[in-house]
């Protein structure tokens, strides 16, 4: 094939013709490139903007709807019994003697150990003011934190849209009446909560040498995390039991060093007297506990019937927990020993019950996976519609069950009284436990990942790897 010089033009030469091309790409690359560079973070700034458009405003929609349809905002009461409690303590006083005025409860004061106490002390430097945007701001955060390492554990989250996906997670949780309440009374339940999960999905899955810590620590702030030692011993953490047992205690020595009589005052008297963080028959009560002295009104709940249903029901949740460390799902052995941490206390408040938010990932999670389960060809409408019922009915059951107990105020919506059951039938004592019902349900219902599902799920840290190597 000849090459022809048309008029006024010079045909290239062969090495021209070979090389023009590639320089030719070459240059048109070298020119786009900052082009392509500019578009693409153009693009990754408004995706970001839009995210965190579209998060705020599921949290203001959220605050709105959650404070002023669902229930009331509580206006920071648990907080400023902190602050004014620890201010008293400062200016010389007995933390255990301060107490103010409460509308249910007659009087309520400062109920938490002495090390919450030191770790709470520098409030009284801040105004009420300042103290509660801290607060509100911290729960905010230490919630998404801790709705990220639940996701974590069930989907990945891409960083494309993991701000989006977690942000809008965790404004649709503060509709949840535990983490509304825990935002409306300036409540420390998540914090714990944060402490355990670090603790367990992340220091546990790298195999750090400090895992056991964080329950540790959450024991020597309020006692009821302790139940998570149960976790440790039936996964067979010797070690990190021990490191909980001993960042516990030394902990605790630690408060004494600072307040020695308050120490010893709530070590061998306050911690008995459970009466004194509200009446034990309120509906706000949501233990077995409650349910007994809502019953047993005005006497006394039998402690012996009590506990024949703590051993019955921790039987039966140390069984599921035990499996669920089998097949290696942290997050349902955490979650289970959470609820039957909320069951088996003498008191538990609705703002105690942050482990609805692990629940509630793995009971979603697990419907999206039999939504998009194949059902065999040729089967009628109908029987496929049965098929997938019967399926997830105990899914559906829970979900149906928890919107009434954590959707609203229950007590509020039906004109239920505070305190004295006394003229109403063991229906309505029930109805006011709806949440302890669906922790009751929860423990035996709530679906544990299969071994398979386990293995082949997303891995981090050390323990990731060390599976493989053994490959």
């Given at each position: 094939?000849?090459?022809?010089?048309?008029?006024?033009?010079r045909?290239?030469?062969?090495?021209?013709?070979?090389?023009?091309p590639?320089?030719v790409?070459?240059?048109?690359?070298?020119?786009?490139?900052?082009?392509?560079?500019?578009?693409?973070?153009?693009?990754?700034?408004?995706?970001?903007?839009?995210?965190?458009?579209?998060?705020?405003?599921?949290f203001?929609?959220?605050?709105?709807?959650?404070?002023?349809?669902?229930?009331?905002?509580?206006?920071?009461?648990?907080?400023k019994?902190?602050?004014?409690?620890?201010t008293?303590?400062?200016d010389?006083?007995?933390?255990?003697?301060?107490?103010?005025?409460?509308?249910?409860n007659?009087?309520?004061?400062?109920t938490?150990?002495?090390?919450?106490?030191?770790?709470?002390?520098?409030?009284?430097?801040?105004?009420?003011?300042?103290?509660?945007?801290?607060?509100?701001?911290a729960?905010?955060?230490?919630?998404a934190?801790?709705?990220?390492?639940?996701?974590r554990?069930?989907?990945?989250i891409?960083?494309?849209n993991?701000?989006?996906?977690?942000?809008?997670?965790?404004?649709?949780?503060?509709?949840?009446e535990p983490?509304?309440?825990?935002?409306?009374?300036?409540?420390?339940?998540?914090?714990?909560?944060?402490?355990?999960?670090?603790?367990?999905?992340?220091?546990?899955?790298?195999?750090?040498?400090?895992?056991?810590?964080?329950?540790?620590?959450?024991?020597?702030?309020k006692?009821?995390?302790?139940?998570?030692?149960?976790?440790?011993?039936?996964s067979?953490?010797?070690?990190a039991?021990?490191?909980?047992?001993?960042?516990?205690?030394?902990?605790?020595?630690?408060?004494?060093?600072v307040?020695?009589?308050?120490?010893?005052?709530?070590?061998?008297?306050?911690?008995?007297?459970?009466?004194?963080?509200?009446?034990?028959?309120?509906?706000?009560?949501?233990?077995m506990?409650g349910?007994?002295?809502?019953?047993?009104?005005?006497?006394?709940?039998?402690?012996?019937?009590?506990?024949?249903l703590?051993?019955?029901?921790?039987?039966?949740?140390?069984?599921?927990?035990?499996?669920?460390?089998?097949?290696?799902?942290?997050?349902?052995?955490?979650?289970?020993?959470?609820?039957?941490?909320?069951?088996?206390?003498?008191?538990?408040?609705?703002?105690h019950?942050?482990?609805?938010?692990?629940?509630?990932?793995?009971?979603?999670?697990?419907?999206?996976?039999?939504?998009?389960?194949?059902?065999?060809?040729?089967?009628?409408?109908?029987?496929e519609?049965?098929?997938?019922?019967?399926?997830?009915?105990?899914?559906?059951?829970?979900?149906?069950?928890?919107?009434?107990?954590?959707?609203?105020?229950?007590?509020?919506?039906?004109?239920?009284?505070?305190?004295?059951?006394?003229?109403?039938?063991?229906?309505?004592m029930?109805?006011?436990?709806?949440?302890?019902f669906?922790?009751?349900?929860?423990?035996?219902?709530?679906?544990?990942?299969?071994?398979?599902?386990?293995?082949?799920?997303?891995?981090?840290?050390?323990?990731?790897?060390?599976?493989?190597?053994?490959?």
């Open positions: 094939m000849s090459t022809t010089a048309r008029p006024g033009l045909a290239p030469s062969s090495v021209e013709a070979t090389s023009q590639s320089a790409h070459h240059a048109a690359a070298t020119e786009t490139l900052p082009d392509r560079v500019s578009g693409s973070t153009a693009r990754r700034w408004w995706r970001l903007a839009g995210s965190v458009a579209l998060v705020a405003f599921a203001w929609v959220t605050y709105q709807f959650a404070h002023t349809t669902t229930g009331p905002h509580h206006n920071q009461f648990d907080l019994i902190y602050y004014r409690a620890v008293f303590w400062i010389g006083n007995n933390i255990y003697d301060y107490s103010q005025p409460d509308p249910v007659i009087t309520l004061g400062f938490y150990p002495p090390l919450a106490a030191v770790l709470m002390a520098p409030m009284a430097g801040l105004s009420l003011s300042l103290l509660t945007t801290i607060s509100v701001l729960i905010i955060a230490t919630t934190w801790c709705v990220f390492v639940c996701l554990e069930r989907v990945r891409t960083r494309q993991g701000l989006m996906v977690v942000g809008l997670a965790t404004a649709a949780s503060f509709l949840l983490i509304r309440q825990t935002m409306g009374f300036g409540q420390i339940n998540m914090y714990l909560m944060a402490l355990v999960l670090l603790d367990v999905l992340v220091l546990g899955r790298r195999g750090s040498r400090w895992t056991g810590i964080g329950i540790g620590l959450a024991m020597a702030i006692l009821t995390p302790g139940i998570f030692l149960l976790y440790l011993l039936l067979k953490q010797w070690r039991t021990v490191v909980a047992i001993c960042t516990a205690i030394a902990a605790t020595l630690l408060a004494a060093v307040t020695p009589s308050a120490t010893w005052q709530y070590y061998t008297s306050l911690l008995w007297e459970s009466d004194r963080v509200g009446f034990l028959g309120g509906s706000a009560n949501q233990s506990n349910l007994l002295a809502r019953i047993a009104a005005p006497h006394d709940p039998s402690k012996v019937i009590w506990l024949l703590v051993v019955a029901v921790a039987a039966g949740a140390g069984w599921r927990i035990r499996r669920a460390v089998q097949a290696g799902d942290r997050l349902a052995a955490l979650t289970l020993t959470g609820l039957l941490g909320i069951l088996v206390s003498p008191v538990s408040w609705p703002h019950i942050v482990w609805v938010i692990p629940a509630g990932v793995i009971i979603a999670h697990r419907l999206i996976q039999l939504s998009n389960t194949a059902t065999p060809d040729g089967l009628p409408l109908r029987t519609v049965w098929s997938r019922l019967r399926t997830s009915g105990s899914l559906l059951l829970l979900v149906g069950l928890g919107s009434l107990a954590f959707g609203q105020d229950l007590r509020l919506a039906l004109d239920l009284p505070d305190v004295d059951y006394s003229d109403l039938s063991v229906f309505w029930c109805v006011a436990s709806v949440q302890m669906w922790c009751l349900a929860a423990v035996f219902l709530l679906p544990i990942r299969s071994g398979n599902e386990a293995a082949g799920s997303r891995r981090f840290g050390a323990e990731a790897a060390a599976p493989a190597r053994q490959n």
